[in-house]
């Protein structure tokens, strides 16, 4: 993408942060509605900060408005708690953004405004902003729904009723052999995309759909939650404790039909339909429950992310990008690794044992949409818009 097209990007990523800030009542803006999301005002204002710290402070020197703003949004500051309620009031936190992000638009478009830097190279810099944005928009997508859930009333009857179904047994084949993951070096890849590896896999089947709300009712009605063989120690400890039962935007009616609530309201759940709102404990459960079964499905666990992004590459992956795929392998730093543009965007992340997620969601946007794209999160995490996806052994 040349300069002109994702400078208009950049634009846009700006104007739908500010956008559904302004969309949102006052109380709405400053309100946490999880413990592990802040609130939708300080997502917009941590985008601004981001751009304030690099193009203000990094480049150019400057810091005297990001110095005024960092104990708001730099995590070892203040707890997010914290952080979130002692932000300004909306109007003036909307007005503040303007103003800044209009500036920030002007020096970028207008060459000469920011000094030359290695960081500006192929626009890599402007890339890596786009898609902090992208990211925090997604995260308050995620904050709107939560709210979701804790103000909805009661009344909703199902219409169509979701039946529990057997796994599916339709799988994808990928023969043993060499294969590259990994960016080659595209300016939007972030550093823990790089640099690109050359891997030998062992063959594996790769279910060509990720589970389903049928599959996931039947684990659920096999009793899944109430058998510890199927859950690790840690995932037993976190169910007993969470009292989890269900996916986390899984409510039923009056007749006790299972119904989602989403961004919009209630809806019917298809048995088709990728299941999300479930954490990485409660895919593991269902993996393993799945093996139990036997036959074609013994074996069954929880992709690897290098399975997934060469099955992807490999054409044969079609079915994915509605809901974001929980991966049985840490998230960690690829064979020669080097941070960028600071270690504080990958690094503090590798040693902690956190689960990776693969393919986006439906409220992805387009810039993170790539196969070699890489998330994480916590394996308690149910909030994310996340679902599940399964492999199997080679078979014959």
Known sequence: MSRGPLLGALSAAHQLLLNLVESQPAEVVARQYHPRLA???WYLGRSLYEELYWLREQLLGDVDLSERVRLFFEPEALSLGEQCARLPPKEHLLNWAREILDEHLWRLANPGQLPASPWLRDDR?????LQEHARHYESMLQVLAQRRLLESGSGYLVRKRLQAQPPRNHSLVVEQGHYRVGSRYEPQAYDNELPPQILKLSRFRLAAQP????????????????????????GWAWRQDSGVTHPDHWRQDDQGHWYGLGLHGPCDLLA????MGISQYEAQACANWVASLGGELAGAVLQHEYQWEVAVRLGLLQDYGRVWEWCGDPFHPYTDFVPWPAETVSVPYFDQDLPTRRGGSLHTQASLRRPSYRAWGRREDRHGF??????????D
């Open 39 to 41: 609130s939708l005002g």
């Open 125 to 129: 810099l402007l890339w890596f902003l």
């Open 211 to 234: 589970v389903g709300n049928g599959e996931y009712l039947a684990f659920m009605t096999a009793g899944g939650y109430a058998q510890p063989e199927f859950w690790s120690p840690d």
């Open 386 to 395: 996340t679902g599940m996806r399964l492999v199997f052994p080679p078979g």
């Open 272 to 275: 088709s339909e990728p299941v």
